[in-house]
């Protein structure tokens, strides 16, 4: 057996060092470094055709730089140690869901010989290529990265990850008895044989292939054997501190334990070899809504099926033998491309786990308390100040408790008739929906709009479901065709004899885990034309009919995509006739091509046009005559960037909407979304003035040029902005 695979271990390439190194034989672990904006190098005649493929970028390959910029931030010295762990591990998680969801999809498109392609013209089987070639080299870089600077510099902070060569007798010892006590029992080799064919193995397990030598009780000639490790045990475990050096916090992984005491799993056999790997499956679900009567019942099934899709990407140790990755990948049905050999353990995800079990606040942010705007301090009765005007929030610079304190008021209020509800991803032991079960139990007409098919929370979506109708609340599972992403809450109360509504919309879903992570606008409001939108929306929602006239709102499928086309061609009109015009959108993805064709119209213009897009562009800005106008940015930092915000100058009469829209085909045309203005001026202003400080971002805004690169802007001598520390510190409370 051999030990390069129990835990992050030296570079082959590059001297162990807690900085990045270039030594010219490898990439450089930062890429794109530089203070130049935008460097256009196109120069096609002002009346292009705005369609040319050459004009966009692949929107699978954008996705995959964004996943590379999140590992960008585990070689930023500005974060805490701890901290650029994580993104390193998110790197790792993102790659996962990339693989299991898009490259999935682009090998059904092959094998299903459809060749259809996006607005940049490229096929499939090129896409893949091109994936397989930057996902390569970016796992090669991740590694490099763990064993050469981020686990050297845990090692400088007394946390290490002990490999078998250097545990002392008497870890070996601890360990052994954790391996009888804690493994052993529920550990299940499977040997291969005929009477024992090769194992279906759960997506993304560890599992070990073992090459042994010997004749085993029955006389069966040894071979090759598959070990799977138990999914119930946790993947790296913290060694008792009396066997530690004093100060030290030492770690074992599971593959290690695993690694020396194969022999034990196999009683009088060699144990010739032992090596990890990892098998990422298809997970997208099917669900056909011609075929389907009950969607949750569909879909229970369907979750069933997603840890036994097809094989999409293998990774092996790298020490494993030709012959076995050969022997591997052809029961997979895997190709050479999509193999991956790693320097280190196979599933890096699960090293999440240190960064709750370690206790240094010194290596992580430091703590915040989120601020509360002064009209929801204190015990206040929130439909009181709601009636005053607007209440808008930024999260996680400001909390979200008003939120879940509105709807636990509403539950409690006697004056309140009914509420609505929609939930898309909303957590298992949600506030919200221990809210909506308490209304619900008191008497009130409660109904809740959920998406079952929120991708990877299905299954926490169909209990709470169950949860809420046994409380006694209607629950609707949205429109079958069309995923409900709108974040919409609807309170009547009956106040004065009369009915008044309320209302709560939203850029993110009602989870109080994320808005502690990511970006979002929350609204409350009272504005009657807004509650009769949000209103109709759920009846259209919960009942059956033509579009329903909605006047204030944009809501998609219907009025979303051809309002905000039309509104860019409107700054587009008042350029050419010489009138202010500028417009910002700030949000996940842009990818619909209507929409980039009617910004590169009016980046001709003469329209500025900033975009903040955290992820997938395919808009391609800086090509003179045609998107010289169009400054591209995403920012990367402590927390998710999600808010979606569209402003338009109009002339000097400024326009601010919030959605839960992305600028992208599906949520266009294939979900239910909200886009809303805030009517209130100094709400309105309060966002612009955000928007502002995301626009002088100098420390994590990464500039997108015409070529399709990422380059992150450096202060240099420039006083150093951070967008999200300004409102860190502009809205909440320091700890």
């Known amino acids: 057996m051999t030990d390069t695979q129990d835990t992050p271990g030296p570079s082959r390439e590059l001297a162990s060092t807690s900085l990045p190194v270039d030594d010219g034989s490898s990439p450089p672990l930062r890429v794109n470094r530089t203070r130049k904006g935008i460097h256009a190098k196109a120069t ?60 999935a999809g682009l090998k059904h498109q092959l094998a ?49 990850f002990r490999r078998r060569s250097q545990w002392t007798p008497d870890q070996a010892a601890w360990v052994a008895d954790y391996f009888e006590e804690e493994i052993a029992p529920v550990i299940s080799p499977i040997g291969l044989d005929p009477s024992h064919p090769f194992p279906r193995l759960v997506n993304k397990s560890l599992n070990f292939i073992v090459e042994l030598d010997g004749t085993d009780a029955f006389g069966r000639e040894g071979g090759l054997a598959i070990l799977p490790a138990p999914r119930s045990l946790p993947r790296l475990i913290r060694l008792p501190e009396t066997l530690c050096e004093e100060g030290f916090t030492d770690y074992v992984f599971l593959s290690s334990m695993i690694h020396a005491h194969a022999h034990e799993v196999f009683p009088g056999m060699e144990v010739e070899g032992c090596y990890q790997f990892r098998l990422t499956r298809n997970a997208d679900l099917s669900v056909d809504p011609e075929e389907v009567s009950d969607l949750a019942s569909a879909l229970r099934g369907e979750l069933l099926a997603r840890r036994y899709g097809s094989g999409v990407r293998l990774e092996v140790a790298d020490n494993c033998p030709d012959n076995l990755i050969d022997f591997l990948l052809k029961q997979f049905e895997l190709g050479e491309a999509d193999l991956y050999r790693v320097n280190g353990p196979v599933n890096l995800t699960r090293l999440m786990s240190v960064l709750d079990d370690v206790q240094r606040p010194d290596l992580r942010y430091r703590s915040f308390t989120p601020g509360l705007p002064k009209q929801v301090r204190g015990d206040v009765n929130l439909f009181s100040m709601i009636r005053q005007g607007d209440i808008l929030l930024h999260h996680p610079f400001q909390s979200f408790t008003p939120v879940e304190e509105l709807l636990r008021q509403a539950a409690r209020d006697s004056d309140v008739m009914a509420i609505k509800q929609t939930l898309y991803r909303t957590g298992a032991d949600s506030s919200i929906v221990s809210a909506l079960v308490e209304a619900a139990r008191g008497g009130k007409e409660v109904t809740v709009v959920i998406e079952l098919r929120a991708r990877f929370d299905e299954a926490d979506n169909l209990a709470l479901a169950s949860r809420l109708q046994e409380a006694g609340a209607i629950v609707i599972y949205g429109v079958m065709a069309y995923k409900t992403h709108a974040k919409m809450m609807h309170i009547v109360r009956r106040e004065k004899g009369e009915l008044r509504h309320y209302a709560h919309l939203g850029t993110g879903n009602y989870h109080a885990k994320t808005a502690k992570l990511y970006t979002d606008y929350s609204l409350m409001t009272a504005n009657e034309a807004l509650c009769e939108d949000v209103h109709r929306v759920f009846q259209q929602l919960s009942g059956m009919g033509k579009p329903r006239k909605i006047n204030t709102l944009l809501h998609a499928p219907f009025t979303l995509h051809d309002t905000l086309v039309a509104m860019i061609e409107r700054e587009a009109k008042l350029a050419e006739s010489g009138k202010k015009a500028r417009l910002v959108i700030k949000c996940n993805a842009i990818t619909e091509p209507k929409l980039i064709r009617a910004l590169y119209r009016a980046s001709q213009a003469g329209v500025r046009c900033d975009l903040i897009i955290r992820g997938m562009c395919c808009l391609r800005p800086g090509v003179p005559g045609i998107s010289e106008n169009i400054n591209v940015r995403s920012i990367i930092g402590r927390f998710l960037e999600h808010t979606r915000v569209y402003y338009f100058n109009n002339d000097g009469a400024h326009e601010v909407w919030c959605s839960s829209a992305d600028a992208m085909e599906r949520n266009m045309f294939h979900r239910v979304e909200t886009c809303f203005p805030l009517l209130d001026k100094k709400v309105a202003q309060q966002v612009r003035k955000d928007l502002d400080t995301y626009l002088v971002d100098n420390c994590q805004s990464w500039v997108l040029d015409s070529e399709g690169q990422y380059h992150l802007q450096e202060s240099g001598d420039a006083e150093p902005i951070s967008a999200q520390e300004t409102l860190l510190y502009a809205y909440a409370s320091q700890a």
């Open 44 to 103: 096609p005649s002002p009346q292009a055709d705005l369609s040319d493929p050459t004009l966009y970028f692949n929107r699978e390959l954008s996705h995959l730089q964004f996943n590379i910029r999140v590992l960008e931030q585990s070689l930023d010295p500005s974060h805490p140690l701890l901290n650029r762990l994580m993104f390193l591990l998110i790197f790792s998680s993102n790659l996962d869901e990339f693989f299991e969801i898009r490259v």
């Open 112 to 160: 299903l010989a459809n060749e259809e392609v996006g607005a940049d013209g490229l096929p499939p089987a090129r896409t893949l290529e091109e994936i397989s070639r930057i996902a390569h080299e970016q796992v090669e870089r991740q590694y490099r990265i763990l064993n050469d600077v981020l686990v050297p510099a845990l090692e400088e902070q007394k946390i290490r």
